[in-house]
């Protein structure tokens, strides 16, 4: 039987009536979850500061837990290439054993690394380990952010195409081109990167043949506080690093090994 109508009521109002409700229920939920996008859009705008004030002393060490052996390291990441996370657990790195064309380690001097967006410099300690060839850099372009594997380095012999032509015995991203030269401190090669790669500073235990990382240098790794705005002071210490992420727990890093995208290209 229908339903008597309302006084003062058209005719099909109480369908109307149902489908304003309706869609206000959407526009509340399709509100709700935009609100909800943005806020935690802050938390990676707005990283929590986490209790880390000053960079940690890791040992690097294998996935079964066994301290890396710098004599033991490949060299030119090849066959595989390692990174491990430090000083956050979400900031990768890339662990290299440098070398020449035939594959012997090459020596990795002191040097100072020029920033071409401000031109502020720093000093890069150079390479650590026997052959004093060994170095870290962060694995995450300062461009835009991309990393490993479309970020990841080119050993001699193995060349990249860039915006200065065929290149080897570079770190190359090819999200957009970013190359920097891991014998030279990250120093950049070709932009659209105007930032070289943030350096780990290595340590090596003569004794032991272990190896540590101990502290970052150069511009902040990106997408952390302050990574597009790298100062005199920030550069030597940079402590923005330390925030927007998970701490390391205990005093060891995790080196894990992947095949090099760059060695099926050459």
């Not at 490993?148 to 080897?168: H, I, R, S």
């Not at 402590?239 to 390391?248: F, N, S």
Request: proline residues 12%.
């Amino acid at each position: 039987m229908p339903m008597p109508e309302q006084p003062g009521a058209e005719p099909g109002d109480g369908l109307n009536v149902g489908r304003r409700d309706f869609l206000k229920a959407v526009v509340f939920v399709s509100g709700a979850a935009v609100v909800l996008g943005m806020l935690r859009g802050l938390e990676y705008l707005l990283p929590p500061t986490l209790s880390v004030s000053s960079f940690p002393r890791l040992l690097l060490v294998a996935e079964d837990g066994t301290p890396i052996k710098a004599s033991q390291l490949p060299v030119n990441a090849q066959p595989t290439i390692a990174l491990f996370p430090y000083p956050l657990d979400n900031e990768p790195n890339f662990l290299l054993n440098l070398g020449d064309e035939n594959n012997r380690p090459v020596e990795v001097p002191p040097t100072t690394v020029v920033i071409p967006q401000n031109g502020v410099t720093y000093e890069f300690p150079g390479g650590v380990g026997p052959h004093k060839s060994i170095v870290a850099f962060s694995a995450i372009c300062q461009h835009l952010g991309c990393t490993f594997p479309e970020m990841t380095f080119y050993p001699p012999g193995y060349k990249t195409f860039t915006a200065l032509g065929p290149k080897d015995k570079v770190l190359h991203c090819s999200c957009h081109g970013s190359t920097y030269d891991p014998y030279r401190g990250g120093a950049v090669v070709t932009g659209p990167s105007t930032r070289p790669l943030p350096a780990v500073v290595l340590e090596w235990d003569p004794n032991t043949d272990e190896l540590y990382a101990v502290k970052m240098v150069g511009p902040v790794i990106y997408g952390h506080p302050g990574y597009n705005t790298p100062t005199a002071a920030a550069v030597k210490n940079p402590t923005g690093d330390l925030q927007g992420g998970t701490q390391i727990s205990g005093n060891t890093t995790t080196v894990k090994t992947h095949t090099n995208p760059a060695l099926s290209q050459g």
